[in-house]
């Protein structure tokens, strides 16, 4: 079978989904099966990459470090050239994990069948985290119109008001163009129970399309335990919880106790800020390299998690698991169900910082003994359970029967 997969992204230290893709990809191409990436060319990147049964494309698709759920509309013409034409010609079935929505149209005048893989909630909400902005709750994904939480959303993160009026207009139209792309698709994945009972929910025309298929599990390793540390590696991001973790580190220094949270993903903070979150327990780094991280990894016993949005899989939890590293998060979306079955997971409830508080404490006070041997434990749980050979064969079964029934 010829796997043709338009990705916006294809890094295998990048986000949850480009990590996702690369993986397929990667784990496609090692089963024998013939894929092609067409993608963004990234500064430093060779135009083309030939890995035996893998041939990537990168293209011109966004000049900047990284490309938004939009990039791809505004170098439509490429979707138009010669070399794509070939390869649509060419290929069995058209494989799109992300954002490249526009590709859908097109390989259907190809007649071509087409899987459309979502990681997160694109296209049920164009800020793709069905978060209720204006009310601070997860939204039921069936308004009518978004647009007065995209301004919210926005003018939370104090961007200007031609910013937020400019958003509010693209999100809430190109928006549902995606809707319209994805349900021409022949079969939709989502990554996770959780994630297919929100989709199926909240748009019945593409119900019967969805199908759940776990993520592959990326190569970690375990990593033994040198320090009693906490990581988090959310950013200054609301959704990610960063601000429940906040309330948290100072509630614990409320208590007359000390903590020490390694903190990633963040970038030009004002002194002041810094100051206070040095004061609460946090050492912060920017974007951390493979190395550098994995360095990191060795000064903490436990990842925080604390979303408040529903996670639609999780791989920040996922790879602590794999590091063998307790996991500290909060119960909403699949984080429950990636993490269940392990010994070392300490779930609390969305948004409630003293709840959080308590569990960091007792993390915290578990001695290094214990820790460790739940670590293993549940590494080998998680290894059980996300078995890549099982994820593959799912992916494969579903593209021979949706090649067959197109």
Request: hydrophobic fraction near 40%.
């Given at each position: ?187 939709v994945i989502c990554v996770s129970k959780a994630h297919k009972d929100i989709m199926m929910k909240s748009d019945a025309s593409i119900g019967k399309k969805i199908v759940s298929i776990y993520n592959p599990l990326p190569e970690a390793a375990y990593i033994d ?103 500290v998060a909060s119960n909403i979306g699949a984080l429950p169900e990636v993490t269940s079955g392990c010994s070392g997971v300490f779930l609390f409830t969305p948004q409630n ?54």
């Amino acid at each position: 079978m010829d796997i043709l997969i338009f990705t916006e992204a294809l890094y295998p230290h990048g986000s949850g989904a480009e990590l996702a893709t690369y993986l397929y990809a990667k784990l496609l191409g090692e089963k024998g099966v013939n894929v092609v990436v067409v993608t963004n060319r990234f500064y430093g990147e060779r135009e083309t990459e030939k890995k035996r049964n893998l041939l990537i494309y990168r293209l011109p698709i966004s000049r900047g470090s990284e490309v938004s759920k939009y990039s791809t509309l505004l170098r439509t013409n490429l979707l138009f050239s010669t070399r794509i034409d070939k390869l649509l010609k060419k290929t069995d079935l058209v494989y799109v994990p992300r954002f490249w929505y526009s590709s859908i149209p097109l390989a259907k005048t190809y007649r071509k069948p087409v899987i459309v893989h979502l990681h997160d909630y694109i296209p049920i909400c164009p800020l793709s985290n069905i978060y209720d902005w204006r009310h601070s709750r997860t939204c039921d994904a069936r308004q009518s119109s978004c647009v007065s939480c995209i301004c919210s959303f926005e003018l939370g993160n104090r961007k200007a008001l031609s910013r937020t009026l400019a958003s509010a207009v693209l999100n809430s139209t190109i928006g549902r163009f995606w809707k319209t792309c994805v349900r021409m698709s022949d079969a939709v994945i989502c990554v996770s129970k959780a994630h297919k009972d929100i989709m199926m929910k909240s748009d019945a025309s593409i119900g019967k399309k969805i199908v759940s298929i776990y993520n592959p599990l990326p190569e970690a390793a375990y990593i033994d335990i040198a320090n009693r540390g906490l990581g988090y590696f959310g950013g200054p991001n609301c959704l990610k919880g960063f601000k429940v973790l906040y309330d948290a580190a100072t509630e614990i220094k409320k208590r007359n106790r000390s903590t020490e949270i390694h903190a990633t993903n963040f970038f030009n903070l004002s002194h002041p800020f810094l100051s206070r979150l040095e004061e609460n327990g946090f050492t912060l780094y920017g974007r951390l390299n493979a190395s550098e991280f994995l360095k990191l990894y060795s000064r903490i016993r436990c990842v925080v998690v604390p979303s408040i949005w529903p996670e639609t899989f999780s791989y920040a939890a996922v790879e602590a698991l794999l590091h063998g590293r307790l996991v500290v998060a909060s119960n909403i979306g699949a984080l429950p169900e990636v993490t269940s079955g392990c010994s070392g997971v300490f779930l609390f409830t969305p948004q409630n910082s003293a709840q959080l508080a308590d569990a960091l404490i007792h993390v915290e006070s578990l001695n290094r003994e214990n820790v460790i041997d739940m670590g293993i434990s549940d590494r080998e749980t998680l290894m059980r359970k996300f078995d890549n050979e099982k994820t593959i064969h799912q992916f494969l079964e579903l593209c021979t029967k949706t090649s067959e029934n197109n």
